[in-house]
C-alpha cells in the first residue's frame, strides 16, 4: 500500500479564516479524495481530486467552501474556506492506486475552529 | 440516500471469543466491500475487502457476502484485547471507487 502524509497533523484556527490541508503520496496513484469525520460520527466524502481538472463534489459540498487542488499524481491540497465551529473535524485524504477498488487513508488533519 | 447501517454497539466479547459484526447497505448496484478498522484519534486501517458473495478469510478474520440479502458481515476468530476498535462498513457507491461508509460498530474485548 501507498504512504501517505497529511499535514498539518491538527491546528486550531479562528472562525473567517481558511486552511489549506497537504497530502503527499510516495507513488503515484490513480484517484485521491478527502473525507471529513465529524465528532463521534463516521466518514463523509467531500470530493474526488481530480489530476489536472475540476475536483468532483459530493452533494453538500461546494468548491467555495471546499477548494481542492491535485497538480499531480502524488499530491493534492484541500482548503477549508471561511471556517467556522461547525467545520471542526477530521479531515482525512485517500488513494486509490492501480484497479484495486481499494482506499488507502492518510494520518488525518485533526481541526478545530474556535 | 444511499444507506449503509451498523449496529453502533458497544459490541463487547471475552478475550478468545468470536465478534461477529454486521452491516446492511441500501444500494443494489454496490461491487465493493470493505472493513476498515479505526482505533480512536488514528485514522481507518483496512482489514478486509470482498466483492463476491460467500466468505473469504484472511488470517483471523473472516468477510462474509451476501448480495441478496444485502449485508456484509467481519467475524474475528480469537479476540484480543487489541482488536478494541470501531470497524467501519464501507460499500462502494454506482461510480464504483467513492465509499459510502456505516457510522462503524464500536468492538470491545475484555480480558
Known amino acids: 500500500s501507498a504512504v501517505i502524509s ?9 472562525r473567517g479564516t481558511s486552511l489549506t490541508i497537504q497530502c503527499q503520496v510516495d507513488s503515484q496513484v490513480t484517484m485521491m479524495f478527502w473525507y471529513r469525520q465529524q465528532p463521534g460520527q463516521s466518514l463523509t466524502l467531500i470530493a474526488t481530486a481530480n489530476q489536472g481538472s475540476e475536483a468532483t463534489y459530493e452533494s453538500g459540498f461546494v468548491i467555495d467552501k471546499f477548494p481542492i487542488s491535485r497538480p499531480n499524481l502524488t499530491f493534492s491540497t ?7 465551529p461547525e467545520d471542526s473535524s477530521i479531515y482525512l485524504c485517500s488513494v486509490k492506486a492501480g484497479g484495486s477498488d481499494t482506499q488507502y487513508f492518510g494520518p488525518g488533519t485533526r481541526l478545530t475552529v474556535l | ?7 453502533s454497539g458497544p459490541l463487547s466479547v471475552p478475550e478468545g471469543a468470536i465478534a461477529s459484526l454486521n452491516c446492511t447497505y441500501s444500494d443494489r448496484g454496490s461491487q465493493s466491500f470493505f472493513w476498515y478498522r479505526q482505533y480512536s484519534g ?10 463476491s458473495n460467500g466468505d473469504k478469510e484472511d488470517g483471523r ?5 451476501n448480495k ?17 476498535a470501531t470497524y467501519l ?7 464504483g471507487y467513492a465509499l459510502n ?8 474485548v475484555t480480558p
Open chain 1, 6 to 14: 497529511q499535514k498539518p497533523s491538527r491546528d486550531i484556527c479562528q
Open chain 1, 78 to 84: 484541500l482548503t477549508v474556506s471561511n471556517m467556522s
Open chain 2, 1 to 7: 440516500q444511499k444507506e449503509v447501517e451498523q449496529n
Open chain 2, 42 to 51: 488514528k485514522s481507518p486501517e483496512l482489514i478486509m475487502f470482498i466483492y
Open chain 2, 61 to 65: 478474520f473472516t468477510a462474509q457476502l
Open chain 2, 68 to 84: 441478496a440479502s444485502q449485508y456484509v458481515s467481519l467475524l474475528i476468530r480469537d479476540s484480543q484485547p487489541s482488536d478494541s
Open chain 2, 89 to 95: 462498513c464501507a460499500v462502494t457507491d454506482d461510480s
Open chain 2, 101 to 108: 461508509f456505516g457510522k462503524g460498530t464500536s468492538l470491545l
